[in-house]
């Protein structure tokens, strides 16, 4: 079965710092791979999406995520944080059956 | 315009007790889905209708009765509250379409509580 892990489960970081997030994915075939955030008491918003192609895909908010297939890989990354990047990261594979399989989030706090 | 749409927004009720939460979506989707997120944060699959048919049934108590009565509806009926059922409840859809490359879109939630 599918699976997701995130490594970290709660990053501090300061304003301008820059971030990177964990992501690895246990299926080895073709996956589709997704990071949503989720900011304090909202929904759920995707971010960015890797399906094929350029393995380095560009987001909303300035977000980028690396595909590296050979480490199972899909870490996000943002040069300079805001504060207002204080939100819940989720990582996600889809599911045979077009769900989300979601990895078990890591909280950003952004110190201003 | 509110794309997915759930009404409660927050829901407080007692053991026991016999709840739905509603969804509606306006995109014109096809594929609609509900999502447990526990008090951990973890996101977990509970059900998936395509054109109104059940294709994902989790392993979830009988207690909980997804009901979709169209394409832009999803229900979700819950019977005999227990107070491990409190959660947020997400609800989210999405086209069909060719694949797995379709992006969904969430609702905004309904936190249960239940006393």
């Known amino acids: 079965a599918q699976s997701v892990s995130q490594h970290n489960h709660h990053v501090i970081l300061s304003e301008a710092a820059s971030l990177e997030l964990g992501c690895n994915y246990s299926?080895?075939?073709?996956?589709?791979l997704f990071w949503y955030v989720q900011y304090p008491g909202q929904h759920l918003q995707l971010l960015l999406k890797?399906?094929?192609?350029?393995?380095l895909v560009k987001g909303i908010k300035g977000f980028e995520a690396e595909f590296i297939k050979s480490k199972f890989s899909f870490n996000l990354r943002k040069p300079s944080v805001q504060w207002s990047d204080t939100a819940e990261y989720f990582c996600a594979v889809g599911g045979s059956q077009g769900n989300l399989i979601f990895g078990k989030g890591t909280k950003l706090s952004v110190k201003p | 315009d509110t794309a997915v749409s759930q009404t409660p927004k927050y829901l407080v009720t007692q053991m026991g007790n016999d709840k739905s939460i509603k969804c509606e979506q306006n995109l014109g989707h096809d594929t609609m889905y509900w999502y447990k997120q526990d008090s951990k944060k973890f996101l977990k699959i509970m059900f998936s209708y395509n054109n109104k048919e059940l294709i994902i049934n989790e392993t979830v108590p009988n207690r909980f009765s997804p009901k979709s009565p169209d394409k832009a509806h999803l229900n979700l009926h819950i019977n005999s509250l227990e107070l491990g059922d409190s959660a947020v409840y997400f609800c989210?859809?999405?086209?069909?379409?060719?694949?797995?490359?379709?992006?969904?879109?969430f609702g905004p939630g309904t936190r249960l509580l239940v006393l």
């Open positions: 890797y399906f094929s192609g350029d393995p």
């Open positions: 989210a859809s999405r086209r069909w379409a060719s694949g797995d490359q379709e992006t969904q879109y």
């Open positions: 299926y080895g075939g073709t996956v589709n």
